[in-house]
Nanobody, 124 residues
Framework: VQLAESGGGLVQAGGSLNLSCSADGRTSRIDTMGWFRQAPGKGRTLIAS???????????YYTDSVKGRFTISRDNAKNTVYLQMDNLKPEDTATYYCAYGTGVRLSVKDVLSWGQGTLVTVSS
């Protein structure tokens, strides 16, 4: 599966951005797509994920720091996942990576495919 990301850029604190990621290739009947982010000098961490089971959207996950501000969704017909980011903060500044894995978990070790990464910069 190959992932193609779009979105990202520079925004002021309190602003919004929308990221999208399309999966091209043979996908599994049970899979999870999500978004990781990596700030300079830090590790790559999962911030949101969404599962698909037999064509239907399943559970979502959000890390605590983005709950209530970010929304993950997916269009299963298009194999595309979206991340709507509202009320952005300077600490959200990072490179954001789309990720794909089979199954219902999406830790770093579960990822089968990574997007190329897109930079999100939030100015104060």
């Amino acid at each position: 599966v190959q992932l193609a990301e779009s979105g990202g850029g520079l925004v002021q604190a309190g602003g919004s951005l929308n990221l999208s990621c399309s999966a091209d290739g043979r996908t599994s009947r049970i899979d999870t797509m999500g978004w990781f982010r990596q700030a300079p000098g830090k590790g790559r961490t999962l911030i949101a994920s969404i599962t698909r089971i037999q064509g239907n959207t399943g559970n979502t996950y959000y890390t605590d720091s983005v709950k209530g501000r970010f929304t993950i969704s997916r269009d299963n017909a298009k194999n595309t996942v979206y991340l709507q980011m509202d009320n952005l903060k300077p600490e959200d500044t990072a490179t954001y990576y789309c990720a794909y894995g089979t199954g219902v978990r999406l830790s770093v070790k579960d990822v089968l495919s990574w997007g190329q990464g897109t930079l999100v910069t939030v100015s104060s």
